[in-house]
């Protein structure tokens, strides 16, 4: 809501849409975290949208006594890095209908979200949005697409000996949930706006409220969610940045242990390793068809 309101805010004009992605989007960010945005000019106002960035990120980062407010990241725009910083609405458009974008871009689209911008401008990206990413349920080429990410992530992006310590992308971490989430709405969107919220615990209550998660999985899900949400709370609390992995020794892992209430070490790590398996058998349950998603 703080971000929220800083944007709307510094917004530099009706020329330029400012769109929320990932924890941002989904209204979860916590201590340390920047923001995942995607920046909308108006068709012919790219060069005046791009002098409001200027100004925008030097307001933004300029700091002062309590340092910068906030860190921009634009790395979730079309082509990454390789593309330009701020694009249209008939640019994603040909970007997503022209085969150059991916299975993951179109699912990060379930948590954009206007946080700034003319209201017009704002209704129209929505609705672009809403036609590109629940105009249809996923084809199966495409569903296959987000679990062999997903098997990725867990192989690739936090390496750590044991597996288990890496709380986010690890079999049963955070990601699990938010790939179970978008996945269900990418499939069951198009006939259930309710379906159509951009965080994961909104999506997770949704799903369940819509029957697409059954009565006795939903509790354990959000349990077990927000078990490992306050394990990273409390390491991002600690240290202020990014974190995803935990100690590698009890020694490391046990004052985390008795921020979470713990009186030794080893019954969190008993408890942490069984909601990883637990999460992981009921997110293979449901997520149905998921390659490379093993138990």
């Not at 790395?75 to 249209?88: E, F, K, S, V």
């Not at 080429?141 to 750590?160: F, G, H, K």
């Not at 269900?184 to 198009?190: I, N, R, T, V």
Request: hydrophobic letters at 45%; proline letters at 6%.
């Amino acid at each position: 809501q703080l971000a929220d309101a800083v944007l709307a805010h510094v917004c530099p004009g009706p020329e330029l849409l400012i769109v929320a992605l990932g924890k941002y989007g989904g209204a979860e960010l916590t201590f340390g975290s920047d923001l995942d945005v995607l920046l909308v000019a108006a068709e012919g106002d790219e060069q005046t949208a791009g002098d409001a960035l200027q100004r925008l990120r030097r307001t933004l980062q300029h700091g002062g006594p309590l340092g910068v407010a906030y860190e921009f990241d634009l790395r979730l725009r079309p082509h990454g890095d390789a593309g330009p910083l701020i694009t249209t609405l008939s640019s994603l458009a040909a970007y997503h209908q022209g085969g150059g974008a991916q299975t993951w871009e179109k699912q990060l689209l379930t948590r954009a979200r206007v946080v700034a911008g003319a209201p017009g401008f704002a209704a129209r990206f929505m609705a672009w949005r809403d036609q590109l990413v629940y105009a249809a349920p996923l084809a199966d080429a495409e569903l296959a697409a987000v679990w062999t990410m997903r098997a990725r992530i867990q192989r690739e992006r936090d390496p750590v000996s044991p597996p288990e310590r890496a709380f986010k992308t690890s079999a049963g971490g955070l990601v699990d949930f938010e790939f179970l989430a978008q996945t269900l709405q990418l499939l069951h969107g198009h006939t259930d706006p309710r379906l159509r919220v951009t965080g994961t615990r909104a999506a997770l209550r949704a799903l369940a409220a819509a029957g697409l998660i059954p009565p006795d999985a939903a509790p354990r899900l959000l349990e077990n969610y927000a078990f490992l949400k306050r394990i990273e709370i409390m390491l991002r609390r600690d240290t202020n940045r990014a974190v995803s992995t935990l100690g590698a020794s009890s020694a490391e892992r046990f004052p985390l242990a008795r921020w979470l209430g713990y009186a030794d070490e080893a019954l969190f790590w008993a408890e942490y390793t069984a909601c990883l398996r637990e999460t992981r058998q009921l997110v293979a349950t449901l997520a149905g068809p998921a390659p490379g998603l093993s138990l």
